[in-house]
C-alpha cells in the first residue's frame, strides 16, 4: 500500500484522555469527517469489526492493531480498495500529546489506475481528522 498522507498534531490533553476519546466510537462523527455513526462488534481488541456508516452507505474495518495508549491500526477492503490508517500516540509530558495518522491505500485490478486520486482524495477528506480531534477535545 502507498501513503496517502501523513500528520501529527500536539494536543493539550493527557495521552490516556486522548486515547479515551479515540476509542469513543459513539462519538468519532466529532473528529472522523463524514462518519454518521460508528459500532464495535467486540472488545476493543485485535480483530474486531468495526461498523461504520458514511455518506448513505455502510462499511466496515477490522482492528489489525490495538496498544491501549500507544498505537491504534484499522483496516478496510471495499471492493478493490485497501485501506489503512495507522495512529499513534506519544506522550511529550503529562499534559500533552502528539498524535500521528498515516494513511495508506492500494487499488487492485483495473481500478489500479485511479490509485493517484483516490490517495489524493483520502488526504483531502481525512488528513483533518487529528486537528478535529484536537478541537473538540479542547471542548472537553
Avoid: N
Avoid at 448513505?56 to 495508549?69: D, H, L, M, S, W
Avoid at 485490478?109 to 488526504?123: C, S
Wanted: proline share 5%; net charge neutral.
Amino acid at each position: 500500500m502507498k501513503q496517502a498522507f501523513s500528520v501529527d498534531e500536539t494536543i493539550a490533553r493527557p495521552v490516556e484522555f486522548v486515547w479515551q476519546a479515540m476509542v469513543d466510537w459513539e462519538h468519532a462523527g466529532r473528529w472522523m469527517h463524514g462518519i454518521d455513526r460508528l459500532e464495535a462488534h467486540g472488545p476493543l481488541a485485535v480483530g474486531t469489526t468495526l461498523t461504520f456508516h458514511t455518506r448513505g452507505k455502510t462499511r466496515q474495518a477490522e482492528i489489525a492493531v490495538c496498544k491501549p495508549g500507544e498505537r491504534l491500526v484499522l483496516r478496510s477492503r471495499q471492493g478493490a480498495v485497501e485501506a489503512e490508517y495507522a495512529y499513534a500516540l506519544d506522550p511529550l509530558d503529562p499534559e500533552r500529546t502528539r498524535v500521528s495518522l498515516t494513511a495508506r491505500c492500494a487499488v487492485s485490478g483495473p481500478l489500479g489506475l485511479f490509485a493517484p486520486v483516490l490517495r489524493w482524495l483520502v488526504a483531502r477528506t481525512d488528513a483533518g481528522q487529528i486537528a478535529a480531534l484536537g478541537a473538540w477535545l479542547e471542548t472537553k
